[in-house]
């Protein structure tokens, strides 16, 4: 079937005028532009905006005011769950350092994501496993306060470990 008997059938079918289909290149109608235009090469984001200044912020008070790393030592040795959950978050920072050292710098995969699709499921599980093994062992210090203090000083060392890379 050729354009033009296509075209007509349409237009029949449709009821459309004749003149219903008019070029682009009459008076009125402006042309497509390719864009010759050099793109602007977008600023980078500054690393250290209000949102990771507040979660260091936050993390620093917190470390601060529960006395986190005396607590911790006290409670190191009470609950197999601190162990447990040192262990899992050691395999998942390994997992991590294994990625970004390893495969990204040294090999220089960058999209090790598909080339090795099991790693950041695994990375993700084990680190969710670790920090419910951490609220477990230290939950009977501070209770219900116990997710939000953690959450926060995961916060605030992601955002101090965004400003150093």
Known sequence: MDVLRAREQLRRRYLF???AEVPLEHEGYPRPETSTAVEKKEKPLPRLNIHSGFWILASIVVTY???FFQTVKENFHTSSWFLFGSALLLVSVSIAF?????LEWYRGIEDYDIKYPALIPITTATFIVAGICFNVALWHVWSFFTPVLLFTQFMGVVMLTSLLG
């Open 17 to 19: 005028p004749q003149d």
């Open 65 to 67: 005011y529960v006395d």
């Open 98 to 102: 294994y990625c970004i050292v390893y």
